[in-house]
């Protein structure tokens, strides 16, 4: 069974520095992988995904993410952090293939930013 | 626009009470899902629906059961059997099944009285 490990539940940084965000994975096959941003009381909204192809991925509101195969990993970065990016941030995995149905969600991490 | 609704935005339960949450969407997805999310717990699947009448158990569908006669509409009957329902619950959908390209709606939170 696939698993999803985000480092740390909470993360703090200072309005204009980087953000980084860790996920790892467990699957004996790279499958597809995901992140999404929460704020309070809503739903999810996709931030980026990685199914193929170039390994670096680009999403909206400026981050970006790696697959390193590897290191089994698909950290999420932001060379600049903004007020308007503390949210709830979840990593997720999915089976590659069509009839795949299940996301497999990590725990997320709550970040802050400290003007 | 196109998109996902559920209702209402707030339930609450009282003990031994069946309570029923609704998502409609109307992006002509075919495939659909709920998910339970906890605090520090990410997100859970209860059910998932490829296509109307029919719909397959996820990770913790105890306690909970779906309907889906229309394409459009996918309800959540949280039942007395479920015995700690609190938690929000977030309706998704997709294009058929590529999971790749999920849509969410913006959540019912469930309490208990």
């Known amino acids: 069974a696939q698993s999803v490990t985000q480092l740390g539940s909470h993360v703090s940084v200072s309005e204009g520095a980087l953000v980084l965000l860790r996920c790892n994975y467990s699957s004996s096959v790279p499958p597809y992988l995901f992140w999404y941003v929460q704020y309070p009381n809503q739903g999810l909204q996709l931030l980026l995904k990685?199914?193929?192809?170039?390994?670096l991925v680009k999403g909206i509101n400026g981050f970006e993410a790696e697959f390193k195969k590897s290191e089994t990993s698909f950290h999420l970065t932001k060379p600049s952090a903004h007020m308007s990016d503390a949210a709830e941030y979840f990593c997720a995995v999915s089976d590659r293939g069509a009839g795949s149905y299940q996301l497999t969600f990590g725990k997320g991490t709550k970040l802050s930013v400290i003007p | 626009d196109g998109g996902i609704t559920q209702s209402p935005k707030y339930l609450f339960r009282k003990e031994g009470q069946n309570v029923t949450l609704s998502c409609e969407q109307n992006l002509n997805h075919d495939a659909m899902y709920w998910y339970r999310q906890d605090p520090g717990q990410g997100l859970r699947l209860i059910y998932y629906?490829?296509?109307?009448?029919?719909?397959q158990k996820g990770d913790i569908a105890e306690g909970y059961s779906v309907s889906r006669e229309k394409k459009e509409s996918f309800p959540l009957t949280v039942t007395s059997a479920q015995k700690n329902p609190t938690a929000f619950y977030l309706c998704?959908?997709?294009?058929?099944?590529?999971?790749?390209?999920?849509?969410f709606g913006s959540g019912t939170q469930l309490s208990v009285l």
């Open positions: 629906s490829q296509i109307v009448n029919d719909f």
């Open positions: 998704a959908s997709s294009v058929g099944g590529r999971i790749e390209k999920l849509f």
């Open positions: 990685y199914t193929t192809g170039a390994t």
